[in-house]
């Protein structure tokens, strides 16, 4: 379902990122990106959502490769996938119920689907109570829930995270793991790039490993190697 060949990407002031990059990542997998800061994490997840472009090679999703797509089509591809941030982006002035229905409003969905929807999402992520809140009345793994309820609201193919449990204390860390994990065990297909070696360790998924632009590792964390 998301296909990068030979995607190499050098941004406009000469930095490069990554090179040479070849990956499948199959419907309903769950697959973390590891590797030191600066290792091309964020540009490999931004290639996915086309917030950035490769210089070289093809990004295909579902068989349709989004570097030739127009601009007023960029909103379609976006639909498809759901984005998870390190720092939420909640809208502060809109509460829990509208940061989630502001995705389904932008495509005119009548107000009773979209009722329906969000309360159904906000179930999902533990915050049905909690719909009339403003974002700085929750806490941080609030928040982080709400983004997710945002993400998912659409019913996305896939769902990008990059380092969402980077802001967070480990134990919210762990409740953030078992919302993910839920979404997928539904059958989305969750990237998640991360620094936390212990969830990576514990909770066993495929692992791409990054460093200096190059994936140095693909493999399963049970103990034995990644083959298709
Ligand atoms: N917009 C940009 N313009 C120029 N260089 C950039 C840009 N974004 C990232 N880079 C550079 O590209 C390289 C890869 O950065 P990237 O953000 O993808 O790494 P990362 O693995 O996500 O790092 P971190 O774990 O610190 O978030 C780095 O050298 C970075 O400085």
Known sequence: MIEMRNVSKTYANGVPALHSIDVVIEKGEF????GPSGAGKSTFIKMIYREERPTE??????GSDIGKLKEKQIPYLRRKIGVIFQDFKLLPKLSVFENVAFALE???????????????????VHLKSKARFLPDELSGGEQQRVSIARAIVNDPHVVIADEPTGNLDPETAWEIMDIL??????????????????????????????????????????GYGYER
């Open 181 to 222: 994990e839920d979404i997928n065990r539904r059958g989305t297909t969750i990237l998640m790039a991360t620094h936390n070696q212990s969830i990576v360790n514990t909770i066993k998924k495929r692992v791409i490993a990054i460093e200096s632009g190059r994936i140095v590792r693909d493999e399963w964390r049970g």
């Open 106 to 124: 932008v495509i005119e969905e009548p107000r009773d689907v979209i009722r329906q929807r969000v309360m159904e999402v906000l179930d999902i």
């Open 57 to 62: 090679g093809s990004v295909f999703i579902q």
């Open 31 to 34: 697959v973390y990106i590891v």
